[in-house]
């Protein structure tokens, strides 16, 4: 039997905090997606296409892997491509308060059970809004994404050319 896991998110860019869970996922599950949100309501700072393909980038080495995207519930996307597990990384305490709502829910409308894996240390304090923050404002990226999406970063960033 195939056990399949999709971890999903914005990944509006993806840090390594993501990249240590996403890998984390593919040493235990045979199959994982990793689920892009594209919500219509929401103006990230990368596109939907721009981050599937900045993910693309930084994975290539994890044979087990598929990126995909989705809008609406993501019971709907699990079910619809026969997967039965949501993995969600947890950084803190805070994090799990809504997880573990969402988590209920999803396995109440879905049958969709939910693991959730504990943020390695080094990554606790990472975030993509706190990353894209650093960014815009040209601090160093260094130990909080892979160089791909840092140099992405600094060109959404960079000014008009003088």
Same mark, same amino acid.
């Given at each position: 039997m195939t056990v399949a896991a999709v971890v999903p998110g914005s990944f509006d860019p993806i840090t390594l905090g993501h990249l240590d869970i996403v890998a984390r996922a +593919?040493?235990? %599950? *045979?199959?994982?997606?990793?689920?892009v949100l594209e919500n219509p309501r929401?103006? @990230?700072l990368f596109t939907v296409d721009e981050r599937v393909s900045l993910i693309h980038a930084v994975t290539g080495d994890l044979d087990n892997l598929e990126v *995909?995207? %989705?809008? @609406?519930?993501?019971? *709907? %996307? +699990?079910?619809?491509?026969d997967i039965g597990i949501v993995c969600k990384g947890l950084r803190a305490v805070? *994090?799990?308060?809504?997880?573990?709502?969402m988590a209920q829910m999803n396995h109440r409308i879905g049958d969709v059970e939910t693991v959730f894996l504990s943020t390695s240390p080094e990554h606790s304090y990472l975030s993509s809004s706190l990353v894209k923050e650093v960014a815009r404002f040209g601090g160093p990226l260094d130990g909080t994404v892979p160089d791909v999406v840092a140099e992405a970063l600094r060109g959404r960033f960079a000014g008009p050319a003088a």
């Open positions: +593919c040493a235990r %599950f *045979d199959r994982v997606v990793v689920a929401k103006q @990230g *995909d995207r %989705f809008e @609406g519930l993501l019971v *709907d %996307f +699990c079910n619809a491509r805070s *994090d799990f308060e809504y997880e573990l709502q």
